[in-house]
């Protein structure tokens, strides 16, 4: 059993179309990272969200931590086929154990 | 860059083989950690370390086996391959703040 659920599993959209990952757990984080991930590589860190509620915009990517700390949104507007990738969503719990999402496979179309 | 390496990239070995995959940190960083990544389960940790010698047990162990004898090396064992070991293997280490990973490139093993 997945200790986070990521939805939805593929997503193929159109340049230019907003998007929305969820990051879904019944489980308290004290914090959470979504990642993106190129095939043949290892993730890259985008961002870290550790207070509940937080709010993180990277260029066009809006993160966001749930007021309980159990679960978080990547939203991306105007996607780009730049954007295409696996994002991977990951929780820490004590600080030191991570739990991964199982992962939304991004693909945008030119 | 993170300064992790990881070898070796890709390894076939036959089932019942011992293998050890090999992960190198350039960054002194405490913590480190092995994961596996397969279709449809994201990344499962497999073991991880917070210091020289100190490693403890993560979701998926059993079969694995860790040391750490330097500050800069984490080698992740497999006494004796499986079929259901055939993965992507990934080492990290964590960052400053312990609540941020890096990633090193990967090790894809096949065991047949």
């Known amino acids: 059993t997945q200790l986070l659920e990521q939805s939805p599993q593929f997503l193929s959209i159109q340049e230019g179309e907003n998007l929305t990952v969820y990051c879904n757990s019944s489980s308290v984080f004290s914090s959470l990272q979504w990642y993106r991930q190129e095939p043949g590589e290892g993730p890259v860190l985008l961002v870290t969200?550790?207070?509940?509620?937080e709010v993180k915009k990277l260029k066009r990517l809006t993160f966001q931590f749930g007021d309980a700390r159990k679960d978080s949104s990547l939203h991306i507007t105007a996607a780009q086929p730049g954007d295409t990738g696996l994002y991977l969503c990951?929780?820490?719990?004590?600080?030191?154990?991570?739990?991964f999402g199982s992962g939304t496979k991004l693909n945008v179309k030119p | 860059d993170a300064g992790i390496t990881q070898s070796p990239r890709h390894k076939v070995t036959e089932t019942g083989t011992p293998v050890t995959l090999r992960c190198h940190q350039t960054e002194n960083h405490r913590y480190m950690y092995w994961y596996r990544q397969d279709p449809g389960h994201g990344l499962r940790l497999i073991h991880y370390?917070?210091?020289?010698?100190?490693?403890d047990k993560g979701e998926v162990s059993d079969g694995y086996s860790v040391s750490r004898s330097k500050t800069e090396d984490f080698l992740l064992t497999l006494e004796s391959a499986t079929s259901s070991q055939t993965s992507v293997y990934f080492c990290?280490?964590?960052?400053?703040?312990?609540?941020?990973?890096?990633f090193g490139p990967g090790t894809r093993l096949t065991v047949t």
């Open positions: 990951a929780g820490a719990q004590n600080f030191n154990k991570f739990y």
């Open positions: 969200v550790v207070t509940g509620g």
């Open positions: 990290a280490i964590a960052g400053r703040q312990h609540y941020e990973q890096y």
């Open positions: 370390s917070y210091g020289v010698k100190d490693t």
